[in-house]
């Protein structure tokens, strides 16, 4: 596409953002409202957000204009942000992780459910190329050198009678073949001989045109109902990329490159721009402040017979200095008798609270739990802003000629504020050595004709608690990143992860969810919900530095689910898309690791000073219900309960500025003990059962890329009988049935149900008794019992209500 595509597309977004924030306004202009209120508009704000956050990420992906670039970049990341205030508010409205998209504002927006689905910004991996490539060759060089190869497929190891086997049926294919060769070359030879004097039969004829003409209908019919099945998508096509999306992805990437060489033109045109203004307007300004200091200090000594108080470069220097006149206005605010009349209304207040019945007080019980106010936003002022900056600067903009190079203009407006800035603030320290030279002149005057001068008062410091943290001690300030980098892959520590896709993890959503929840239901989740909940909480507050500081903050994530429902792939899908680097800290990888009490402490110092300086990071603990177990097997002598002391103390250390995860992966967490479990865990997500809709989607995508989806196979059957399984088992038994030969033959012999099902029999299903512990448990979570008591106090609530209304 062309400069002008995305110029139009950026104006378009740009119009959609300013509906969006009035929207985001009026819901923060309701203040305390009903919950009831509150859920339409917060959904529709979701769904909005979510679009604009997918077309401002195609747009910074290829716009070419590196000014432009910016604002596009600050404006994505105000609505990454915003995204996720709209997530925290929905959850504390629902008291669920799980929010389903309404379908009234689907309809609205006229946005399909896979749509309102957010997308990954591909700056997160692709401005970070070549760090992350250094990074994993890194690794893969210390293994290599410790003699660890790179994982490969297992060899066949096979016995001398198997081998004699595959030799014999070999050498009698090849014995086969060439006596085939040979009866072939006779058979030629006698037909040559014959006398081919006779003339064919007008019967003969009449059926080889029958048959030809049969053959040749029935391929026609069958090309023409292909074609239609393909048009009305009853039918998908060839697993083939296209030339048309091969031409688009070379398009891009041309694009790509022409990013680069601007940016770095602007980079350049930075410096030099910079430099040219430095030569030509700093004696120029130091002057003009100079005196417009000097004249303003000397009418305020002419008007107060002293000399002003100069603030500090952190009280804003001089240009503080001329808004203040020294009126005392503050003291007398302070002074004036508001505050005791607020005072004693606030008195009265409490009294009338004090004497209220037990009537009200249900009533205002009932109020607070119906009602809600929203998460302050620390993004939305930045959306306005950068939106604002945008229309005033780039929107109606049509006067440069090259679009796609930087306009010097702009770098030089943006270059004097804050010359203007570094240079006023030089004069402000010049200043103040001269103010405080002509102070002691005037008190040394003073004390010629008898006045005691006055003394500075020196500005006292208050003791007392401050809130700043608690600096730790660095165990190893003498060694660089590279050798503590190299020390934890060493160990086994530091870990290299297989490149893996989030949109791998197929599963459908739940598209019934919200009118399940208008009907007072809870609805079960699918695994399509599962992928936008990690993408939630998991990566996108990973991927952009400012959003991870101003989001609400998220430290830690347990993922449960059964062996074989994805737990690794999705830890492995954080990782690739955000380029983060994972620390491994599971019992069974530690064990024998970091000895005794001081290497633990040397351990769990290493992991988060590495993670810190290598982020974004990811600190994952396998089996994470072990270290909080009551009772270890006396079989298993990895020692879990090694970190369950300190487990917490590692999360808790994660600041909001930093961009570290610690994430959780358990199959039985009902084992631990759960109280410990759930204060190191901020947010639990728990793989359902793979749904209808997730198996149909799993098999139609899985068998359309191996080519062997046919008519034959009923999709459907072959669904409902692998209802019991995990997504990863069903998987594993289709790479099972679709050996190399396998394939081979599926052109003459179209693949089965029967052949897939009797694959999976010789598999473990999820039994009926983990799905009810699992379900147990569920409802032992905090935000679940949190959501449990809320309906029932309602409940009691409104029972009592009811009551007292009969009675009178």
Not at 15 to 34: C, M, N, S, W, Y
Not at 337 to 351: H, Q, T, Y
Not at 708 to 713: D, E, K, P, T, V
């Amino acid at each position: 596409m062309s400069n002008k595509t995305y110029n139009d597309l950026i104006c378009d977004t740009s119009e959609l953002i300013g509906e969006a924030t009035q929207i985001d306004e009026a819901v923060f202009e309701a203040g305390i409202a009903e919950r009831i209120v509150f859920q339409p508009l917060l959904l529709e704000l979701r769904i909005r957000y979510t679009v604009l956050v997918s077309r401002l990420d195609t747009i910074y992906d290829q716009l070419l204009q590196p000014q432009k670039r910016l604002i596009v970049k600050r404006l994505l990341e105000a609505c990454l942000g915003r995204l996720l205030e709209i997530k925290y508010d929905l959850v504390e409205l629902y008291l669920s992780d799980y929010t389903y998209d309404d379908d009234e504002a689907l309809q609205k927006l006229q946005v399909t459910p896979q749509e309102a689905e957010p997308c990954i910004p591909q700056y997160f991996v692709r401005e970070r190329e070549e760090e992350i490539e250094t990074r994993r060759k890194f690794i893969t060089d210390i293994l290599t050198k410790l003699g660890h190869e790179i994982t490969k497929p297992p060899s066949i190891v096979l016995t001398e009678q198997q081998a004699i086997i595959i030799i014999q049926s070999h050498e009698r294919a090849r014995q086969g073949r060439l006596r085939g060769q040979f009866m072939k070359e006779i058979r030629l030879l006698k037909e040559k001989g014959r006398d081919q004097k006779g003339e064919m039969s007008a019967t003969a004829a009449t059926a080889i045109q029958r048959v030809w003409r049969g053959f040749i209908t029935r391929r026609m019919t069958k090309k023409r109902k292909r074609a239609e099945q393909l048009l009305i998508g009853m039918e998908l096509p060839p697993y083939t990329e296209s030339q048309a999306i091969k031409k688009a992805e070379e398009v891009k990437e041309n694009r790509r490159a022409r990013q680069k060489e601007h940016e770095k033109e602007y980079q350049e045109a930075l410096v030099s721009v910079e430099d040219q203004l430095r030569i030509q307007h700093t004696e120029k300004i130091k002057e003009r402040i100079g005196d417009e200091l000097r004249r303003w200090i000397s009418e305020y000594y002419e008007r107060t017979n002293r000399l002003p108080e100069f603030p500090s470069e952190e009280g804003g220097g001089s240009r503080a200095m001329f808004s203040r006149q020294g009126t005392g206005v503050e003291s007398e605010l302070s002074k004036s008798p508001v505050s005791s009349k607020e005072s004693k209304k606030s008195k009265e207040s409490k009294d009338k609270k004090s004497t209220k019945t037990d009537d009200n007080k249900t009533k205002d019980e009932m109020e607070d739990l119906q009602n809600y106010k929203c998460l302050n936003s620390s993004f939305l002022q930045d959306v306005i802003n950068a939106n604002e900056e945008f229309e005033d600067m780039w929107k109606f903009r049509d006067d440069f000629a090259d679009h796609e190079r930087y306009q010097k203009d702009i770098i030089e407006r943006e270059k004097m504020v804050l010359l203007e800035q570094e240079i006023r603030n030089m004069v402000d320290e010049m200043m103040r050595n001269e103010l405080d030279l002509l102070q002691a002149a005037f008190d040394k005057d003073r004390a010629h004709k008898g006045k005691k001068a006055k003394k500075p008062q020196k500005k006292v410091r208050r003791g007392g608690k401050k809130n700043k943290k608690k600096k730790e001690k660095d165990l190893t300030p003498d060694r660089t990143t590279e050798s503590l980098f190299e020390e934890l892959v060493a160990n086994g520590i530091i870990r290299p992860y297989p490149i893996v896709k989030i949109d791998d993890y197929i599963g459908e959503k739940n598209f019934i969810g919200s009118e399940m929840k208008k009907q007072g239901r809870e609805p079960t989740p699918c695994l399509g919900d599962i992928r936008q909940l990690i993408k939630e909480y998991c990566i996108l507050p990973l991927g952009s530095e400012h959003v991870k500081t101003n989001a609400p903050l998220i430290r830690s994530v347990l993922l449960t689910g059964p062996s074989g429902s994805g737990k690794k792939m999705l830890l492995h899908a954080i990782c690739s898309e955000v380029g983060a680097m994972l620390f491994d800290l599971t019992p069974s990888n530690i064990v024998g690791k970091y000895p005794g009490k001081s290497g633990l402490i040397m351990l769990i110092h290493l992991v988060m000073k590495v993670s810190r300086l290598l982020q974004p990071s990811v600190i994952w603990m396998d089996d994470a219900e072990k270290p909080f177990m009551k009772k270890i097997p006396k079989t298993d002598k990895t020692d879990p309960k090694r970190l369950k002391k300190d487990l917490a103390k590692i999360i808790k250390g994660i600041c909001p500025e930093d961009r570290v995860l610690f994430i959780g992966t358990s199959r039985m967490p009902w084992e631990a003990e759960q109280k410990l479990l759930f204060q190191c865990y901020t947010k639990v997500i728990q793989i359902p059962r793979a749904d209808y809709g997730s198996i149909s989607l799993m098999w139609r995508t899985k068998l359309h890329r191996a080519g062997a989806l046919s008519q034959r196979l009923d999709i459907s059957c072959l669904s409902r009988v692998s209802d019991s399984y995990t997504i990863g088992t069903l998987i594993s038994a289709l790479d099972d049935v679709l050996t190399t030969k396998r394939r081979l033959q599926l052109r003459v012999r179209a693949l089965t149900a029967h052949e897939v099902a009797v694959q999976l029999s010789y598999r473990e299903p999820v039994y009926a008794e983990h799905d009810a512990a699992s379900e147990i448990w569920w409802y032992k979570t905090p935000l679940e019992r949190r959501r449990q008591k809320v309906l029932q106090r309602l409940e009691e609530l409104e029972q009592e209500n009811e009551e007292k209304s009969a009675v009178k």
